[in-house]
C-alpha cells in the first residue's frame, strides 16, 4: 500500500505568503528528498534529508528525527516562479534490497500576484 | 560534476516497435534506477541496478529491460512499445546501496504512436 501521504494536494497562495507542505510516512524511513518537477516534467531535487532540517533560500524543510514518520517543507515569502508540482520521496528502511524510494503524489502549487 | 545525462531528450516510437533509452553519470555511483513517471501520478520506480546486479519490480518484470555495461552507462530497453508506454522516463544514481541521495536526470519522454 502507499506509504507515503502527501498533503495537501492542492494549494494556492498569493505572493508574498507563507506556506507548508507535509508528508506523512505509514512506517519509519532512513531519509527524505523533496523535489519540484518543472514545465518539461523533469524532477529537481531541493532537499536531501537524514536527519533535521535544511534550508536554502526561502525554502526550509524538516524531516522528524525521532519517530521519523513526516517531513515538511516550508514556503517562505512565495514567489510566482514557486509555482509548480511538489514531491516527496522517502527511503524505505528495509534490509537486503537497497535504496528505494516511495514517492507521495504530489502537491500542485500556484501562486498568485 | 553531479549531473545524470539523459539521451534523448524525447523520442518518438510506433506501436510494436522496439525502445531504448541511455542515460550516463560520471559521479562513479554503485546504483542507478529508471523511473517511469505520467501526468499527474507519482514517478514509478521500474528497476535499478547495483553495481552489476539488476532489481526490477514484480509489476513491471516482464514489460522492461536493462543492461549496464560499465559504472557509468544504463540503459532502458522496451522490447515492444504499447500506447501505455507513453510517459516520461527519469534515471537516477546514487552513492551506495542504501541512505543516499538519488541524483536525477532531465527524463526522456517517450511518446508511442
Known amino acids: 500500500g502507499d506509504q507515503v501521504e502527501q498533503s495537501p494536494s492542492a494549494l494556492s497562495l498569493h505572493e508574498g505568503t507563507d506556506s507548508a507542505l507535509r508528508c506523512n510516512f505509514t512506517?519509519?524511513?532512513?531519509?527524505v528528498q523533496w523535489f519540484r518537477q518543472n514545465s518539461r516534467g523533469s524532477l529537481i531535487s531541493l532537499f536531501y534529508?537524514?536527519?533535521?532540517t535544511k534550508e536554502n533560500g526561502r525554502l526550509k524543510s524538516a524531516f522528524d528525527s525521532k519517530e521519523r514518520r513526516y517531513s515538511t517543507l516550508h514556503i517562505r515569502d512565495a514567489q510566482l516562479e514557486d509555482s509548480g508540482t511538489y514531491f516527496c520521496a522517502a527511503e524505505r528502511k528495509q534490509q537486503g534490497t537497497g535504496s528505494k524510494l516511495s514517492f507521495g503524489k504530489g502537491a500542485k502549487l500556484t501562486v498568485s500576484p | 560534476d553531479t549531473t545524470v545525462k539523459q539521451n534523448p531528450r524525447y523520442k518518438l516510437a510506433r506501436v510494436g516497435k522496439p525502445v531504448n533509452l541511455i542515460c550516463s553519470q560520471t559521479m562513479n555511483h554503485d546504483t542507478m534506477y529508471w523511473y517511469q513517471k505520467k501526468p499527474n501520478q507519482a514517478p514509478k520506480l521500474l528497476l535499478f541496478?547495483?553495481?552489476?546486479?539488476?532489481?526490477r519490480e514484480a509489476d513491471t518484470f516482464e514489460k522492461f529491460q536493462s543492461s549496464r555495461p560499465n559504472n557509468s552507462f544504463c540503459s532502458l530497453y522496451i522490447g515492444s512499445a504499447g500506447l501505455e508506454y507513453s510517459a516520461m522516463y527519469l534515471c537516477?544514481?546514487?552513492?551506495?546501496?542504501?541512505?543516499?541521495?538519488?541524483?536525477f536526470g532531465p527524463g526522456t519522454r517517450l511518446t508511442v504512436l
Open positions: 541496478y547495483y553495481d552489476k546486479i539488476l532489481n
Open positions: 534529508l537524514a536527519s533535521g
Open positions: 537516477a544514481s546514487s552513492r551506495g546501496w542504501f541512505s543516499y541521495e538519488q541524483y
Open positions: 512506517t519509519t524511513m532512513r531519509s
